[in-house]
């Protein structure tokens, strides 16, 4: 799997960590949905803590298309709010089905 940060870099995780991650994208999806800032930055925070801890960086002379796209660090969530809405970010899980953002 390859996670995109905005901002930062490509991310290549194997798919033991999958799970991990769509367990943290529900927590950052289920933030952005009920509009509760301090629940955004911590699940903001700890998404991202996964990805760089367990990922490895792809290299930048390597094109490769992402299986996700998550904000930035400094997003907030009025941002990722309107770049979800607009599908600038792609979640690495489609699991909002019935939801809207």
């Known amino acids: ?11 290549r995780l194997a798919e033991e960590h999958e799970a991990g991650i769509d367990a943290l994208d529900d927590k950052l999806v ?7 800032p301090e629940a955004f930055t911590s699940s903001l925070k700890a998404l991202l803590d ?8 792809v290299p930048p002379d390597e094109l490769i298309a992402s ?3 998550l ?13 979800m809405e607009q599908s600038s970010l ?8 019935g939801k809207t953002v």
């Open 1 to 11: 799997m390859i996670i995109r940060i905005l901002g930062d870099n490509q991310y």
């Open 30 to 36: 289920d933030a952005v949905l009920a509009n509760d």
């Open 50 to 57: 996964y990805v760089r801890t367990h990922g490895t960086e």
């Open 67 to 69: 299986d996700g796209i």
């Open 71 to 83: 904000p930035a660090d400094d997003m907030t969530l009025a941002e990722t709010r309107a770049a």
């Open 90 to 97: 792609k979640m690495p899980t489609e699991h909002t089905e």
